[in-house]
């Protein structure tokens, strides 16, 4: 048993970079949802009727929540990760049956005239729980069993929150790969799912000829650089354009049956393989099997693409083709950008003034105290006050993964890494859909965002993660 003086705030082990890096953002958060939000009706910006009094609030159960938590023996952590997670899976399932719908998502429950969002608050009981599992001597993340069972553990809240229709917190979990990587997972993995990104953006921007044309040279240049012995590829794609010519010639010129150009290449491509396997036999080269495979996964992967968008619902498919500038409704689908990259570009480099934001004080952003909240900081604290607060996040996070690389135990490493995951996922989707360049997903700021549930789950995150650090350092001494 630790001595009670040692379990008090730990003050010496405490990474106070960190909290000052919380306090600053948490702080310039109220400030710019009193911006937002602020006429000359309710000046007060202690007014709790409004938005920013009752952030205030808000701030004040975090701040009692974060003293708390550094008071609390680390162990309990360990301990409760499991009835946690249990707990708020049957609540997550309440609210699907439940809860109240705002905004097309059935993720709210009601208390009097509080609203609480429990998506927020399963991030943690999730990383908690994947920190349990995987920390225990029995897990190898090379066995898939193993690996399966860590994968349900962020699965199953995934599919309660997509049955909540709300898609962009399910998002979010998938934070957690890079937690996995650092725990030593297939970086193959990654590998298929940049390409597998990279095709459904490609699929859009190119045409069907093109996009074949591609692959087949993506997967011939692959197995070179694998392989060598270019003059063989070279060969290869000669080949396969020959024949695609001759192909394309005789259905059209001699047989008078329409072909495409499409319909060609991949005829002499499926031709080509078994000239191909032939060769790898030969010449014992086992991974042009692998290219092989890569290929044709690719191209039936792309002819899902076009199934699976249709059954998104109408404004994620409009989200998806502004972003990649196929569609421009500048009222209609993609209004909220527009409106917020025109409130950050007059902002210029040292913005406007603190309440001086005419786009911010006329209501042209919507959800500008929400998930569109960084348009007020562009506006109103231009590009040096953006730059602060990227350089707050960016050293908040590092601190974060730090505090895990310090870690004696695994437990503590994985759940730093899966905080410093979530925190990175928000930050860099958020400010990248108010700037045009990430689909808008609806997730809030950390700290920025107006709203308790979140303000007080990324504290819970954040100071969880800080206690853990600062029980290291108790041990130590």
Known sequence: MRDNSENRLAVGGVDWVAVLAYVLLVLMGWLNIYAAVYDDAHASIFDV????????????????????????????????????????????VGVLLFGKEVNGAKAWIMLGPVAIQPTEFAKFTTALALARYMSSYTFD???????????????LPVLIVILQNDTGSALVYGSFLFMFYREGFNGWVYVALIMIISLFVFSFLLEPVTLLIVLILVCAIGEGVSNGNWKSKV???????????????????????????HTAILIAAVLSVGAVVAYAYRYKIHNILTFILLFFGSLGFTYTIDYAFQHLQIHQQKR???LL??????????????????????????????????????????EQSTDFIFCTVGEEWGFLGSAVIVVLFT????????????QMEPFGRIYCYCVASIFLFHVAINIGMTIGIMPVIGIPLPF???????????????????????????LLT
Request: avoid cysteine; proline fraction near 2%.
């Open 49 to 92: 009727g409004q938005r920013y009094g009752m952030q205030l609030v808000w701030i004040g159960a975090s701040a009692f929540i974060a003293v708390s938590i550094l008071l609390i023996d680390d162990k309990y952590y360990h301990v409760l990760a499991y009835p946690l997670y249990w707990i708020m899976i049957l609540v997550l």
């Open 141 to 155: 993340i090379r066995k898939p069993g193993d690996l399966l069972r860590a994968g349900m553990i962020v699965g």
């Open 235 to 261: 060969t290869y794609l000669a080949g396969l354009a020959l024949g695609s010519i001759l192909l394309y010639l005789l259905f059209n010129a001699v047989l008078r049956i329409g072909m495409s150009w």
């Open 320 to 322: 998806i083709l502004d």
């Open 325 to 366: 500038g196929l569609e421009s409704d500048l009222k209609g689908w993609g209004y909220n950008v527009n409106q917020s990259k025109i409130a950050i570009g007059s902002g210029g480099f040292s913005g406007k003034g603190f309440l001086e934001g005419t786009q911010t004080k006329f209501n042209f952003v919507p």
């Open 395 to 406: 050293v908040l996070i590092l601190r974060i993964i730090r505090m895990g690389e310090r």
């Open 448 to 474: 920025f965002s107006y709203g308790g549930s979140s303000l007080i789950a990324f504290t819970i995150l954040l100071f969880v993660a800080i206690k853990l650090d600062a029980s290291k350092h108790e």
